[in-house]
């Protein structure tokens, strides 16, 4: 080997080692300077970056309810604030707890058009003219859902009267279900007529204006399909005459003192005209024979049992009153009208506060 080649392959050795140092130098710091392979957990990011993007809006309230603060499926409804109206103080209650009658100022004086059948009212009353049936209908229903004041005085007059024109009259309106024409077969009487359709005898006559109860074959009567039964108001001092969903009559009433006349629901168990009078433990001196003018049953009894009974009285002006021992006292017109609508042992009397 020539001077220069030995030269060349010198500085060519030396070449590799220099490359061979370089190259192990990186591999063994490579671990010190290499970048992370994955991204650090998102539970590392700065966690009021949120709340800082949304702003002072997104904040809670310092002094924020735990279930307020919590997320719900659905928005709560907003809370409104609602101002008792002027008048009487209201016991402090929440709204949130009180049922429908609390946290209620007392009703005050009626006043006309009041009750929660005063809708009902005006309509019947609007009704009463030209389509009488159902000017009966929704003044009943008026009467059931409680009306009061003058609007009450009005619903009780219509009452009457479309009484008397559908059901008490001997004229049969067309469109009145309790109503129908009977043709008295040969062999009838009066008494089985009313029996046939749950109607003293009495009523019959009413009815058609009989002044006896003769009647003849083929004869039309007009009849009614009863009973009807009886319901006593006591917080009212009111009677009312129902024949199945119609109230027929409206009639005033006194009652018992110191709540004497009894709740519940009573049977008619007798009938008497002109009844004699006989308190219950008082002496035989306080007896009243039939149709004396100080009786003070006055023309009628109907027994309701256990010694009380709706009766004539001759102190018209105890009606309205609580001032009997528990019986129900009436004017005698209207008990003897009372009398001839009952049946015994089929129409009911139930007596309410």
């Keep these: ?162 009484g008397a024109e559908l059901q008490f009259s001997p004229q049969r309106h067309r469109d009145d279900k309790y109503s129908k024409a009977y043709q008295v077969a040969s062999g009838d009487t009066l008494t089985g007529i009313g029996q046939r359709h749950v109607i003293p005898y009495e009523l019959v006559m009413r009815l058609n204006r009989l002044s006896s109860p003769s009647i003849a074959a083929d004869q039309t009567l007009k009849v009614i399909q009863g009973p009807m039964h009886v319901e006593i108001l006591k917080g009212r001092h009111e009677l009312r005459v129902w024949l199945g969903e119609a109230c027929v009559r409206v009639y005033p009433v006194g009652i018992g003192a110191d709540n004497s006349t009894p709740d519940g629901v009573f049977l008619v168990r007798n009938k008497i005209r002109n009844p004699p009078y006989q308190p219950q433990h008082k002496t035989r001196a306080e007896f009243r024979a039939s149709g004396a003018p100080d009786n003070p049953l006055g023309s009628r009894w109907i027994d309701i049992g256990n010694h009380y009974g709706i009766h004539g009285t001759i102190e018209p002006e105890s009606i309205g009153r609580n001032v009997s021992e528990g019986c129900i006292r009436m004017h005698n017109k209207d008990v003897e009208e009372l009398y001839d609508m009952v049946v015994v042992g089929a129409s009911k009397v139930t007596i309410r506060p």
């Design 1 to 162: 080997m020539t001077t220069s080649g030995r030269v060349v392959a010198t500085i060519s050795v030396a070449a590799v080692l220099v490359g061979l140092t370089v190259v192990a130098g990186y591999f063994l710091q490579a671990p010190e300077t290499a970048p992370p392979l994955v991204p650090p957990p998102a539970s590392l990011e700065t966690p009021t970056t949120m709340t800082e993007e949304l702003g002072p809006a997104a904040q809670e309230p310092a002094d924020s309810d735990a279930d307020e603060a919590a997320p719900s499926p659905a928005a709560a409804p907003e809370k409104t604030v609602v101002t008792p109206p002027v008048g009487p103080a209201v016991p402090s209650q929440s709204v949130a707890a009180a049922g429908p009658s609390e946290g209620v100022a007392p009703a005050g004086p009626a006043v006309a058009g009041s009750g929660p059948g005063a809708t009902a009212a005006d309509e019947g009353l609007a009704m009463v003219s030209d389509r009488p049936v159902e000017a009966q209908k929704r003044l009943s229903e008026a009467l059931r859902a409680g009306v009061d004041g003058a609007k009450a005085v009005q619903v009780h007059e219509a009452i009457n009267r479309l």
